[in-house]
């Protein structure tokens, strides 16, 4: 009760911003041919599988104004699941703000995912963020993955992160990069540490350029303990 209380409120509150965004945007003009407003909601109480389910569209006519929202929430004894989804769309070219949550508690693969995503309709600004993490009993992990663009040519923040903890292949990573439109400037990191029973390592790679043709300077280091 107290999780589906927690995910109605989430969902609420992001039904009420992507309203708003769409309210701050310019007036839509309802031109026949596309003007749309949606609502389900179903609920489903049994013995095995619990569930509760809403659905909310709005689309108006100028080309592509649209607000769209997903909420599920399962209950059960094996895959316990909430989910959510959220769009919003305003009508310049390719605007979008996109959202996704996902979470899920079971015996073997609990797992919780996220992604996010905003485009601002210049040629190819973009934010995206994804994270997921599994515990479970042989894979536990966690990542991370987050990308911003700017939309002059090919400006550019990226990152990963990655870990792992299990009997045999314990792992943590971590990469980012990042390209400001000059060509080729570009700085670059890498680093991994692995700590199990047969290849105990440590890596770590950083890379400079900047964009006057192609000046560079780079750092590797490796470490290796086996037993």
């Given at each position: 009760?107290k999780k589906q209380?927690?995910a109605?409120?989430?969902?609420?509150?992001?039904?009420l911003?992507?309203?708003?965004v769409?309210?701050?945007?310019?007036p839509p003009v309802?031109?026949?041919?596309?003007?749309?407003?949606?609502?389900?909601?179903?609920?489903q109480?049994?013995?095995?599988n619990?569930?509760?389910?809403a659905q909310?569209?709005?689309q108006?006519g100028?080309?592509?104004l649209?607000n769209?929202?997903q909420?599920?929430?399962?209950?059960?004894?094996?895959?316990?699941?909430?989910?959510?989804q959220?769009n919003?769309?305003?009508?310049?070219?390719?605007?979008?703000?996109?959202?996704?949550?996902?979470?899920?508690?079971?015996?073997l693969?609990d797992?919780?995912?996220?992604?996010?995503?905003?485009q601002r309709?210049f040629?190819n600004d973009?934010?995206?963020?994804?994270?997921?993490?599994?515990?479970?009993?042989?894979?536990?992990?966690a990542?991370?993955?987050?990308?911003?663009?700017?939309?002059h040519?090919?400006d550019?923040?990226?990152g990963?992160?990655?870990h792992q903890g299990g009997?045999?292949n314990?792992?943590t990573?971590?990469?980012t990069?990042?390209q400001?439109?000059?060509?080729n400037d570009?700085?670059?990191?890498q680093?991994?540490?692995?700590?199990?029973?047969?290849?105990?390592s440590?890596?770590?790679?950083?890379?400079?350029?900047?964009?006057?043709?192609?000046?560079?300077?780079?750092l590797?280091?490796?470490?290796?303990v086996?037993?």
């Open positions: 009760m209380k927690i109605t409120t989430i969902f609420t509150a992001a039904v911003a992507l309203a708003s769409s309210a701050q945007a310019n309802y031109a026949g041919g596309n003007v749309s407003d949606q609502w389900q909601q179903s609920a109480h049994g013995g095995f619990f569930s509760d389910q909310w569209s709005q108006a100028r080309f592509n649209s769209q929202g909420l599920n929430l399962q209950r059960g004894f094996l895959n316990d699941s909430t989910q959510f959220g919003t769309q305003v009508g310049h070219i390719n605007d979008s703000t996109q959202f996704q949550g996902n979470t899920q508690i079971g015996h693969n797992s919780a995912q996220w992604q996010q995503s905003a309709g040629f973009s934010t995206q963020v994804q994270g997921n993490t599994q515990v479970g009993h042989l894979n536990d992990s990542q991370f993955q987050g990308n911003t663009q700017f939309g040519l090919n550019s923040a990226q990963q992160w990655n009997a045999l314990d792992s990573q971590f990469q990069n990042t400001i439109g000059h060509f570009s700085t670059q990191f680093g991994n540490s692995q700590f199990g029973h047969l290849n105990d440590t890596q770590v790679q950083i890379s400079n350029q900047s964009g006057a043709v192609n000046h560079s300077q780079q590797q280091q490796s470490t290796q086996s037993h």
